[in-house]
């Protein structure tokens, strides 16, 4: 059985991963899920939705996988299998 204080340590540590390694907890919506598989048989794909739809969200995870090359299992687009330049910006 864990302690009070063990207890308090692994959230403290769930949330620090949550914080900095957001994108390992990504779960992505089935419109998402459709855009990413796009990428694997077209070189341009434009997700259009409506605010709060999570386009941002969904553009800094795949940004993420493809810079960091950890894909997760689920992943069916595009898979960059050697370092890549990339430029991002956005206002």
């Not at 204080?5 to 919506?29: H, I, N, S």
Request: glycine share 10%; proline share 5%; net charge negative.
């Amino acid at each position: 059985m864990q302690t009070l204080a063990e207890q308090l340590r692994l959230a403290r540590l769930e949330a620090d991963l949550k914080k900095w390694e957001k994108f390992r907890f990504f779960t992505p919506y089935p419109t998402q899920l459709a855009f990413i598989a796009a990428t694997k048989d077209f070189r341009g794909v434009m997700l259009s939705a409506p605010n709060g739809g999570g386009k941002t969200e969904l553009g800094g995870f795949m940004e993420a996988c493809d810079l960091t090359g950890e894909y997760p299992d689920w992943w069916t687009g595009h898979r960059y299998d050697g370092p890549v330049e990339r430029w991002a910006c956005g206002s």
